[in-house]
């Protein structure tokens, strides 16, 4: 055994062999007590793969054990897990090698690849492997079953239920809610509010008050267009002009925006801009 | 036309500024998180916000109001667009609107889809039908085949819950979006209300320079 690092003793000195549970407590225990070693035991694990790295038979042992301790642990936790326990939750991670993080409250969704979406697996606890990468970091990891899974992954929050339903309700809840606050930043004065149907009464008025103001102005335009034929309409520029028309005019729309950007943004936006048009007409 | 088009770049108000100012930190974080959903309205903000969005749109709309100029000139009373007339200017400005979206909302690809659906049912209907006088026939196929078919099912009788007659109610006031899901229709919202805006906005300005113009000649 080659590496002379200061854990090796201290591990090397039990038998390398023998990490199973029975051997190292040989009391009797139950089964939050048993997930809670087999944690500890995976990481002291952990640390000695990583010491003994270099050496190849040893590694080999120790990963066919692992292999046999995380195939009983896996299936152990599933079923731990979906009893809703409430010790913190196993940390997903996908293979592209994103950060651990190991208390439960934050809730994070890592994409896999998108073809196994199809059929529409979502592992509760999004058990893929940390890749290569993963297990020869030197952190505190818990070894999880190899092969990626490429299905949505998604951490549940602490005490909530991790069926697939429940899950599938969460995450279109929150694409929801997203799109509402998206819609309450644009409209004017929503931001008070609280409560979706109070939120989409007022978009709706806004949406309505936004078409009757377009109607209006358009009434407008038709007359400014067809009322006094010889002056102010569009028909008097020479059609040789078009080109330099559209730059005039926007030039002289810009210095008119000022006074109408203000009225826009202002909260009373209604009463403003139909005292402004009833003004201009008059 | 070179200073001409230099003059327009520069804002000058505060509005404006902070319009702008919005516009650049959402611009950046839009292309920083090209993923995240919440990019999608920033994007669009700053795409209805901007000033070239505008100038786009009010050139479209001026050589739009012209071709209504033109048409309502040359046709006098009877004209074939007779329920139209009225709304000649409306259904131009939201074609124009349409266009200018590009094609990537479906509200946009709805206004223009009903516009060409109406040109060919308007001029396939008066060719097969020739017992009856032709203005009746003409009125009432352009009357019934322009409004889409938007489903006037009373919202109240079913038991589905708030929220959702909510943004039923809210698919129907938008153009295109009278049978989607929810989160569809919030999103189509989110674009059509920016485009409103800026609807608003540009055809406010031209009005005011029309009517400017006819009171007294711009300074030049």
Known sequence: MDPPLVNDSSFSAANPSSYTLSEIWPFPVNDAVRSGLRLAVNSGRVFTRSEHSGNKDVSAAEESTVTDLTAGWGARKTRDLNSEDDSSKVVSSSSSGNELKESGDKKRKLCGSESGNGDGSMRPEGETSSGGGGGSKATEQKNKPEPPKDYIHVRARRGQATDRHSLAERARREKISEKMTALQDIIPGCNKIIGKALVLDEIINYIQSLQRQVEFLSMKLEVVNSGASTGPTIGVFPSGDLGTLPIDVHRTIYEQQEANETRVSQPEWLHMQVDGNYNRTT | ?220
């Open chain 2, 1 to 220: 036309m070179a200073s001409l088009i230099s003059d327009i770049e520069p804002p000058t108000s505060t509005t404006t500024d902070l319009v702008r100012r919005k516009k650049r930190s959402s611009v950046s974080s839009a292309a920083s998180s090209s993923t995240t959903a919440g990019s999608v309205s920033s994007e669009s903000h700053a795409r209805w916000r901007s000033e070239k969005q505008q100038r786009i749109y009010s050139a479209k709309l001026i050589q739009a109001l012209q071709q209504v100029r033109l048409n309502s000139s040359a046709a006098t009373s009877s004209s074939p667009t007779a329920q139209k007339r009225g709304k000649a200017v409306r259904e131009a400005a939201d074609r124009a609107l349409a266009v200018s979206a590009r094609g990537r909302t479906l509200w946009s690809r709805a206004i223009l889809a009903n516009r060409i659906k109406l040109k060919f049912r308007k001029q396939k209907r008066p060719r097969t039908r020739t017992k009856i006088p032709p203005m009746t026939t003409v009125v009432n196929s352009s009357n019934r085949s322009r409004k889409r078919r938007v489903s006037v099912l009373r919202l109240n009788k079913k038991n589905i819950p708030d929220v959702n007659r909510k943004v039923r109610v809210l698919g129907r006031l938008v153009p295109g979006c009278g049978k989607q899901s929810v989160p569809v229709i919030l999103e189509e919202a989110t674009d059509y209300i920016q485009a409103l805006e800026m609807q608003v906005r540009a055809m406010n300005s031209l009005v005011q320079l029309l009517s400017s113009y006819g009171s007294a000649p711009p300074p030049i």
